[in-house]
């Protein structure tokens, strides 16, 4: 059952925009109870490890970036469509990676991808120099 849909990926030029969009509305935690609930965004290249960019909590509504992305890109919720959301301004070729929403019932370090349980499958985003 998939439990994480994203949606938005794509290709762009170098200072241009995209927006991903994870439904979570089907998440539910494998092993433990919700508490912070937060949803993630995260990519990964070729030969490296999956690195967070952003996280939401949904219980307290703190973000956090990495600090590659602070001041381009914004993570907020989408309460009507039950989305969490990432708005991607001025793209650089280093943003070029696979997107994953990743959603965990806490996450005390947020950009630890052990503290994920459900994974979405995946988006790819290509900005050209």
């Known amino acids: 059952q998939v439990q994480l849909v994203e949606s938005g990926g794509g290709s762009v030029q170098a200072g241009g925009s995209l927006r991903l969009s994870c439904a979570t509305s089907?998440?539910?935690?494998?092993?433990?109870?919700?508490?912070?609930?937060?949803v993630g965004w995260f990519r990964q290249v070729p030969g490296r490890d999956r690195e967070g960019v952003a996280v939401?909590?949904?219980?307290?509504?703190?973000?956090y970036y990495a600090d590659s992305v602070k001041g381009r890109f914004t993570i907020s919720e989408d309460n009507a469509e039950n989305t969490i959301d990432l708005q991607m301004n001025s793209l650089k070729p280093e943003d070029t990676a696979m997107y994953y929403c990743?959603?965990?019932?806490?996450?005390?370090?947020?950009?630890?991808?052990?503290?994920?349980?459900?994974w979405g499958q995946g988006t790819q985003i290509t900005v050209s120099s």
């Open positions: 089907q998440y539910t935690p494998k092993l433990r109870r919700i508490d912070t609930n937060p």
């Open positions: 939401f909590y949904r219980r307290t509504k703190r973000t």
């Open positions: 990743a959603a965990g019932p806490s996450a005390p370090t947020w950009d630890n991808v052990n503290y994920y349980d459900t």
